[in-house]
């Protein structure tokens, strides 16, 4: 089992930033993908950004040139980087990551994420 604690959420002014940071524990063999997702009220979850082990990227197109993703291998900790913050960001943040040859799923319980305007 793989345990993941998100932390870096709250409130924030629009045009502001957060770092939100994602820590996985427990019988990690290898992490192949680390994702945040985000879902917001009568949303459907969505993939926000991904990296993969050797540091491939990808984003949705709405966060791109605002968000970064990066990742700590050796602390099996993902983080991302939230700047020009808008009030269409607030969702529930979730971390996700895949690991070993069959890629199993684990998810965090998720971080609040407000933007206000």
């Known amino acids: 089992q793989v345990q993941l604690v998100e932390s870096g959420g709250g409130l924030v002014q629009a045009g502001g930033s957060l770092r939100l940071s994602c820590a996985a524990s427990?019988?990690?063999?290898?992490?192949?993908?680390m994702g945040w997702y985000r879902q917001a009220p009568g949303k459907q979850r969505e993939l926000v950004a991904a990296i993969t082990s050797d540091g491939s990227t990808n984003y949705v197109n709405s966060v791109k040139d605002r968000f970064t993703i990066s990742r700590d291998n050796a602390k099996n900790t993902v983080y991302l980087q939230m700047n020009s913050l808008k009030p269409e960001d607030t969702a529930v943040y979730y971390c996700?990551?895949?690991?070993?040859?069959?890629?199993?799923?684990?998810w965090g319980q998720g971080t609040q994420v407000t933007v206000s305007s």
């Open positions: 427990g019988s990690i063999f290898r992490i192949n993908v």
């Open positions: 996700n990551v895949k690991t070993g040859s069959f890629n199993n799923v684990y």
